[in-house]
């Protein structure tokens, strides 16, 4: 059973930056890819950004460019890094990780751009 630990959301303005950060319980070897997604009030949950466990990564449109995603092997956690934020990024972020055969989430951390 993976756990997972996110932290980093908050209250930014416009063209703000956040990195947030998401700890698994277990090392990275029984873990094939990591990922962000967030669900916005009303909407469905959407993939972020991606990264497999040989590095690739892999970004929706509305993120390539503007965000960043990240690992530290050492210590089973990966980032996104957040910059530009627009209003519309506005969302509840879960972190995933998905091993062969089982796919799990963190409790989500909110991200509210605002002025």
């Known amino acids: 059973q993976v756990q997972l630990v996110e932290s980093g959301g908050g209250l930014v303005q416009p063209g703000g930056s956040l990195r947030l950060s998401c700890a698994a319980s277990?090392?990275?070897?029984?873990?094939?890819?990591r990922a962000w997604y967030r669900q916005a009030p009303g909407k469905q949950r959407e993939l972020v950004a991606s990264?497999?466990?040989?590095?690739?990564?892999n970004y929706a449109d509305s993120a390539k460019g503007r965000f960043t995603i990240s690992r530290d092997a050492a210590k089973n956690t990966v980032y996104l890094q957040m910059n530009n934020l627009k209003p519309e990024d506005t969302a509840v972020y879960y972190c995933?990780?998905?091993?062969?055969?089982?796919?799990?989430w963190g409790q989500g951390t909110q991200v509210t751009v605002s002025s």
């Open positions: 995933n990780a998905r091993t062969v055969l089982n796919s799990y």
């Open positions: 277990e090392s990275s070897s029984s873990i094939r890819a």
């Open positions: 990264i497999t466990i040989g590095g690739s990564t």
